[in-house]
Structure formats: C-alpha cells, structure tokens
C-alpha cells in the first residue's frame, strides 16, 4: 500500500538554508575559541553536515530544485527506515548521490547508509517526510532545531549558547548579512571584521578559516 507523505515543518526551503548558513557562522566564528567542536558542522558543496558528541549524523543536501534531510539518530539505528521506497524517484536518486553519501555505516552486510529520518522538498514547496513530524524530529532532526527557528529566534540562541561577546555577536550579523545578499559570491573579511574575531590560538585560527572557506568566506 502507498504511503502518502505528511508536511512537516513551517519553513520553506530559503528560510531553512539561512538558518544552516547562520549556524554555520555561528560555529566558524567560535572554533577559534573552541576548535575541539569543529567536527560538529561542515559543507561539502551543497551538503551541510551536523553531527553531535553522541555520534548522531545528519546532512541537508541543497540544490536548485531541491531540498533533502536525512539523519542517522543511534537511538534508532537498530529501525533503520525500511520506507526509503515510498520516497520520489527523483529525490531518492539525489539522495543516493549526494545525501547518503555522508550518512555511510557498516555492519554485518557490508557498508550502506544508515537512515532513521528523511524529509525533503522540491521547488521552494512544504517540506514532506515519510513520518510525522514529531518523528522526524525525535528520530535525528532535533540536530536542525536552532535552525529550524525563525532567523531573529535563531540569533539569540546562538548568541546565548556561544556565549559570544560583543564583538563576536557583531561579527555574526555581518557575516550573515553579507553571505544571505551575495549566497553564491566570495566574501573577503575585512581587517575589521578579522579583529572582531579576537585573539585566538593558532589552531583556532586554522579551524575557523577551513569552515569559513566552506561556506565561501576567505580571511584577507
């Protein structure tokens, strides 16, 4: 019997890459304070990756028509989805390209990717999902919560969480500002925007302009 896909989710697929971008910023600016968490976010091209200390995995795959969530919660990699059937063609197949590369794990059979929630989107619609959204939520979607948020909503946590200063919080609104007018542009930090960045040890520094250079961000 088909399975008809539930909308999950109130953002569309702008307000949700702004809130990856945002984060993405967010964790650039403080692995130079912290450059021990810089596992925990990262770009391969159009594929934004988060992963926690616990091991759970995600990736959001963007592309031109489309948007795919998938992730890997160890809390349910015992249930696998078995439903990956009932996804589109067209977004399974870019899934298996692009999303599922990032979500490989091996057991017994051999190695293959490990799913416990899927959502997509294509052309700017609803997001939709095999499963309610409480459930996608609680099988690995809780790593998008900050920035599943509302962009002003979105800030604050950060700010909070990060603990950021000032400086560090005025840089954030730069950056973010600059990358959501010119997404597809390199921005060059100015000595300024360098200086807010504060003084931190060399493999902070290193960290933060390796993920800075993903997002298309390059220190002057």
């Not at 650039?28 to 770009?43: C, G, K, N, T």
């Not at 795959?61 to 990956?84: C, P, R, T, W």
């Not at 959501?180 to 360098?194: A, C, F, G, R, Y």
Request: proline share 3%; hydrophobic share 40%.
């Amino acid at each position: 019997m088909k399975i008809s896909p539930f909308i999950v989710f109130a953002q569309k697929r702008d307000t949700l890459l702004e809130g990856c971008l945002l984060s993405s910023i967010a964790h650039a600016i403080m692995v130079s304070e912290y450059p021990d968490s810089s596992y925990e976010q990262s770009w391969d091209a159009g594929n934004y990756n988060i992963q926690d200390a616990e091991g759970n995995r995600g990736t959001i795959s963007f592309n031109d028509k489309m948007v795919i969530g998938a992730f890997h919660a160890l809390e349910y990699e015992e249930e696998s989805l078995d439903l990956l059937k009932e996804v589109p063609k067209s977004i399974l197949e870019y899934a298996e390209k692009e999303t599922f590369q990032h979500l490989l794990d091996e057991d017994e059979v051999g190695v293959k990717p490990f799913v416990t929630s899927i959502f997509w989107s294509e052309y700017g619609d609803s997001f939709y999902s095999l499963l309610p959204e409480i459930e996608v939520i609680e099988r690995g979607a809780f790593l998008i919560e900050t920035q599943l948020k509302d962009i002003k909503s979105a800030k604050k946590h950060l700010i909070e969480y990060y603990n950021m200063n000032h400086n560090q919080a005025k840089l954030l609104e730069l950056l973010f500002e600059k990358k959501v007018k010119n997404p597809s542009s390199e921005i060059v930090l100015t000595d300024q925007e360098i200086k807010l960045m504060g003084n931190a040890e060399v493999e902070g520094i290193i960290e933060s302009k390796e993920f800075l250079r993903e997002i298309g961000i390059v220190w002057n």
